[in-house]
């Protein structure tokens, strides 16, 4: 049974960071993709950011580049985002998603597949 339990998420003024960690179980497919997704007030839930089983391939929404960071310690079973520099707009709950690979790590992260198993969710909201 594959669980995924997201933590870290908190409130953080503007230009403040955060780590989100999302720590895996029962995973047993590979390759595979693990992603963070966030759903915003009123918005539909988008991908942040995403990578592959290897961590070759990585995919970062337009507005996180350069800010976030994407890694995993797969000895750990532990995928782990690092937000800098955030704003208000990156407010939302965070979802941490895994799936079997099956095709190019941006494709699945934009919808072009849909991930299998989700986890709760850790709310980040940056607010002065």
């Known amino acids: 049974q594959v669980q995924l339990v997201e933590s870290g998420g908190g409130l953080v003024q503007p230009g403040g960071s955060l780590r989100l960690s999302c720590a895996a179980s029962g995973v047993t497919f590979n390759p595979n993709v693990i992603g963070w997704f966030r759903q915003a007030p009123g918005k539909e839930r988008e991908g942040v950011s995403c990578i592959s089983s290897s961590g070759e391939g990585t995919y970062y929404e337009d507005s996180v580049k350069g800010r976030f960071t994407i890694s995993r310690d797969n000895a750990k079973n532990t995928v782990f985002l690092q937000m800098n520099s955030l704003n208000p707009e990156d407010t939302g709950v965070y979802y941490c998603?895994?799936?079997?690979?099956?095709?190019?790590?941006?494709?699945?992260?934009?919808?072009?597949?849909?991930?299998?198993?989700w986890g709760q969710g850790t709310q980040v909201t940056v607010s002065s």
């Open positions: 998603a895994v799936t079997p690979r099956t095709r190019p790590v941006q494709v699945m992260c934009t919808g072009g597949a849909p991930f299998r198993y």
